[in-house]
C-alpha cells in the first residue's frame, strides 16, 4: 500500500494544483493574520472559511483524480496487488497530500506571527485537526460518489451536490425544522442532526474549545448542556472518526463488485 | 492451465458472457476471435479479476483465482489501448511496474529492441500512440511469467516493431508459455497463432487449429473462414 500511496502522492505533489491550494493557504493566513492583528480573532474568521472550503476541495480533487488516474488504475490493477490496497493507497495519497497544502500553508504565516509565544496554539491546532479529518472525510465520500458513477459528468454532479447539501441546505432544512417543530422538545433532535454533518459537527468542536457561547448557536448551546466542554469535544471527535471509517469501509465493500 | 467453467457476464441488461466454458492447456499461442462486442475482452479481463463474473468459475493451475490477486504475479497483460498516467516519464512508470512486481524484470534488452532510449525521459502524454504501445509491449514482455494475455497486441505498431512483436512472441513459446492474443489483424492471428478460439454470443462457437477451421468452413483463407463463421449465425 505504501508504494501505491507514494506514487499517488507524488503524482499529485507533480501537479500544479498542490502548489495552488498551498499558496492559497499561506497568503489566507498572512492576509487574516495582518488584517485582523489577533490570533484569536483570525482563528475565527479562518474556521469559517475552513469548514466550508476544505470539504469543498477535498470533494473536488478526490472526484478529479478518481476520474483522471483510470488509466493508472487499470494499470495498477492487472498487477499482483489487492484492489482495496490500490484504492486505499491512492486515498490515503490525496488525503495526505490535501492535509499537508492545508497544515503547511497556514502554519507558516501563524509561526512566523509568533504562535507559540500566544495561548491560542491549542484552539489553532484543534482548527488544523478539524480541517484535515474533513479532507479524509470528503475525499472518501468523494471516492464513494465517483465509485458509484461511471459517468464522469454525472460523477462529479453529485459529488458537488453532496457537499452543496452538507455546508449550505442540510443547515437551512435543519432552521426550518426547528421553527416548525418548536413546540416540541428538541434538544435531543437537534444533537442527533448535528452528528450526521460532519461539517456542522466541525464547527461545534471548534466553538466548544474556543469557548465562545454567541457563536455557538442553538445546536453547540444544547450540545454544551449535554456533554460538556471536555466531553463535548471527545464524543464530536469520535463521531468525526466514525465519518472517516463508515466511508472508507464502503468504499471496500464496492470495490468487491466493481467492473474495470 | 486455465480452465472456465460456465462463466456468466451482464453489464445491466447486456448478456456478454454467457455459460461460457473454455479450456486451454499450458503451452502454444491461443488466439481468441470474434465480432466487436463478442465478449474477448470481457473474457479477459475476467481472467485478470478486473471484471466480476456474475457466475461460474475461471480455474488457473487447478486453483480459483476469483476473489484472489496473488497469481496475477504469474500473468503478463498487454491491454488494448495504451493509456498511462500523463504526468510519468516512460523511466518513472517501468521503474514503478518493476517497483510493484516481486520480481526480476528485463527491461533494457526490450528498450533497446524497440528504440526507446531517446524517450525514457519524455513525459507519456506526450508520445505518439505506436511508441506508446511500444512502452506498453516493454512492460508486458520484461517478466517472466507462464501466461501472457495480448488484447490487440497490434495496435499503431510500425512493421519493423511489428516484427520484433512477432519474434518476441515465437521466443516466449518456445520457453513453453501460454500465450492468449485477440487481434483483428487475420494475417497477423495466422502467422502466429496455433490455435483459435472463435467467441460469439458470450460463447465458444469454435475451437481448434486454424486448418480445422478452413476445413469446416470450406475457406482457403483465414480471414474469409472467420467472415463465414460470423455471417452464419447472422443468417
Partial sequence: MFKILKYSFYDLMRSRWSYVYFAFYLALGFVLLFLNNDINKAIITLLNIIIVLTPLIGTIFGVMYFYNSKEFTELLLAQPIKRSTIFIGQYLGISISLTLSLVLGLGIPFLMYGLFKSSAIFDFGLLLVVGSFLNFIFVALAFNVALSNVNKIKGFGYAILMWLF???????????????????????????????NPIDLSRILILLKLDISALLGYTGAVFKKFFGTNFGLFVSLFVMVLWVIFPVWRINRKLRKKDF | MIKINNLHKKFGKLVVLDGLDLEINSGGIFAILGPNGSGKTTLIKSILGMVIPNAGDIKINEQSVLKKWEYRNQINYLPQIANFPVNLSVKELISMVKNLRPKKANDTDLIKLFSLEPFLDKKLGNLSGGTKQKVNLVLTFMFDSELIILDEPTTGLDPIALIHLKELIQKEKSKGKTILITSHIMSFVEEVAGEIVFLLDGEIYFKGSIVDLKKQTNQVDLEHAIANLIAKENV
Fill in chain 1, 166 to 196: 452538507l455546508a449550505v441546505i442540510y443547515d437551512g432544512a435543519f432552521l426550518i425544522s426547528l421553527i416548525v417543530f418548536n413546540e416540541y422538545p428538541l434538544d435531543k433532535y437537534s444533537l442527533f442532526a448535528t452528528m450526521f
